[in-house]
């Protein structure tokens, strides 16, 4: 494949940072004058001279851009729990929908909810309002306006405006005192009865609709955190799987447990492909790792074994797959009772090989409590991880042959510095960034940043200690 550069180097273009120079002005309208074929020829000769070609594929980190955003496109379950599916070609959908009302009017917007509140009592109004007009005028009390020897239905109505507001009192109970039905209209008599069980009905079922919206437990899943990145690193001599989760609220989440599954496309003996088939991701159900208490953010671990679809997988072969990591947290809302479940997916571009989390909780000595940064719940560290895939790493265990690893000291600023020193890394360390992701040229400016924020930490550790 031959791909074609412009070269930058032959004058500036919008200041002195450079850039690709554009034909003069005067070659421009020559070539208007001579016709589309001398144009054409005046571009061609300009890019011979101004254009380089260059042999050989494109550039991998371009392509890995256009196929990771392509990939981001095609996400299952977003980063704030939504789900990426619509749904189609449903046989009698609005039956169903309407078969199971309440669930219905709860999953609406609002804006929609209030619209139906408004509707449903202004026409209930309007109904009841004929219905009562329609009673006095067969009773004959709107030909006897101003007679005080007639005894009407209703008193003080005298027209649909009268009804109107006679049907909104009745219905609401409000009761002003001078509109009042009498004994010489039994249907009158019914017909308030059943007006006033219509309202207390309708405003029964409005309460509870607006009740179950506001204690709806996803609006508690918003406060539960997950790491923007999954880290892949080597714990107790096995390569493991981990990322962070976290509760912002003090009001705990009673037994919380998490589970994760794989998207992955399968292929049968048959030959069947089953392209979004569901691969189980253990993290530790066997010995209870998978039930979190959540007081502090937690690192979830997924060992890497025989089980595991990760299995196989090297760090060339995870960027090449297309899977996605899907991690669901459920637990009961202290203060409702109600279960909540949150979500999150990873990509495998959001998964970093050769990285862990950075400690994020110190015990404060002037005051004797433990303190979560946050501004460090998304932060890695780049750790020394065998370049291998995990069954690799197991035979070359069981033959002798173990890979060298770096200690990792409980100081994790000492540590980063030694490591650095030791290794070159492509990653910088941040002490309050996202995730390290960012390249640099310069092995020295990588090893300069990681001193900075070690001087800045050692300093601060007189005061505090950190823990997790």
Sequence with gaps: MQTVIMDTSYGPMNGPAGGMTMPEPDLLENGKHEGRRSSQDSFLEYASRHVRPVNGPMPASRRMDRHHSKRMRRRLVYKNGEVNITQTNIRKRRRRYLADIFTTLVDIKWRYNLMLFAMAFILSWLIFALIWWLVCFSHGDLDHVGDTNWKPCVKEIYSFTSALLFSIETQHTIGYGSRHTTEQCPEAIVLMMFQSCFGVICQALMTGIVFAKLSRPKKRAETLMF???????KQDGELCLIFRVGDMRKSQIVEAHIRSVLIKKKITKEGEVLPLYQFDVNLGFE?????????????????????????????????????????????????????????????????????????????????????????????????????????????????????????????????????????????????????????????????????????????????????L
């Design 227 to 233: 790491s923007k990145n999954a880290c892949l690193c």
């Design 287 to 467: 010995e209870g790792r998978d039930r979190l208490f959540l007081v502090w953010p937690v690192i979830i671990v997924h060992k890497i074994d025989e089980t595991s679809p990760f299995w196989e997988m090297s760090p060339d072969d995870l960027h090449r797959e297309q899977f996605e990591l899907i991690v669901i947290l459920e637990g009961i809302v202290e203060s409702t009772g109600m279960t909540t479940q949150a979500r999150s997916s990873y990509l495998p571009g959001e998964i970093l090989w050769g990285h862990r989390f950075e400690r994020l909780v110190t015990f404060q000595k002037e005051n004797g409590q433990y303190q979560i940064d946050f501004s460090r719940f998304h932060n890695t560290i780049p750790v020394d991880t065998p370049q291998c895939s995990a069954k690799e790493l197991a035979e070359m265990t069981a033959a002798g042959n173990v890979p060298d690893s770096t200690y990792i000291d409980e100081d994790e600023n000492t540590s980063i510095v030694s490591k650095s020193e030791r290794y070159p890394s492509p990653y910088v360390v941040k002490r309050h960034g996202v995730a390290q992701t960012d390249f640099y040229d310069d092995d020295g400016d990588s090893s300069l940043r990681s001193k900075r924020s070690t001087s800045t930490d050692l300093g601060s550790r007189e005061e505090s200690e950190t823990l």
